[in-house]
């Protein structure tokens, strides 16, 4: 049997622990409760502010001069993107990995490496990897050459885009 005072314990400690919840629940309402007591959406009318509309310009709608970026395109700043795809494709000559190898593969027949077996959506878009379908391709592969094998997100940047070419192109030299 229960002595008395054992049971008076008990029940002092769940009271104790309800009051203590009871308060900290208070004191959060009291400090992040934006409802109520003349505040919140009513209140906030009060600071309204007027601004002008400006036109907002979608930046990636603009077409953009890629012969004029491969002119000016850093061959340095290249082989710092080729870090990305190093994992899958290897720079020299008959040097296959994941990927095909890129050496020599500006301006090279697409699908023509020998031991590699492509997925075949790369011969439907191109004839040859000039510069504009490596532009293509580099920028979203699965949308350029949909049903490729290449699971990379591609380049956003053009200007990472046009270094790599530019990287890849000075490696056959």
Wanted: proline share 2%.
């Amino acid at each position: 049997m229960l002595d008395t005072m054992i049971f008076t314990k008990i029940i002092g400690g769940f009271c104790g622990a309800l009051l203590i919840y009871l308060l900290g629940n208070w004191a959060a309402e009291s400090f992040y409760h934006v409802g109520g007591h003349g505040h919140g959406e009513k209140h906030a009318y009060g600071y309204a502010i007027e601004v002008e509309e400006e036109e907002i310009v979608d930046e990636s709608e603009e077409e953009i001069d890629f012969a004029a970026l491969m002119e000016v395109a850093d061959v340095s700043k290249g082989a710092k993107v080729w870090g990305k795809c190093k994992a899958c494709h290897k720079l020299e000559d008959g040097a296959n990995a994941t990927g095909p190898h890129l050496y020599a593969v500006v301006d090279r027949e697409v699908g023509s490496v020998s031991g590699y077996n492509y997925s075949g959506a790369l011969v439907k878009v191109a004839d040859v990897w000039d510069i504009d379908s490596l532009n293509g391709f580099l920028e979203n592969p699965k949308t350029y050459a949909p049903g490729t094998k290449m699971g990379f997100a591609g380049l956003k940047k053009p200007d990472d885009r046009a270094n790599l070419i530019a990287y890849l192109d000075s490696v056959e030299e």
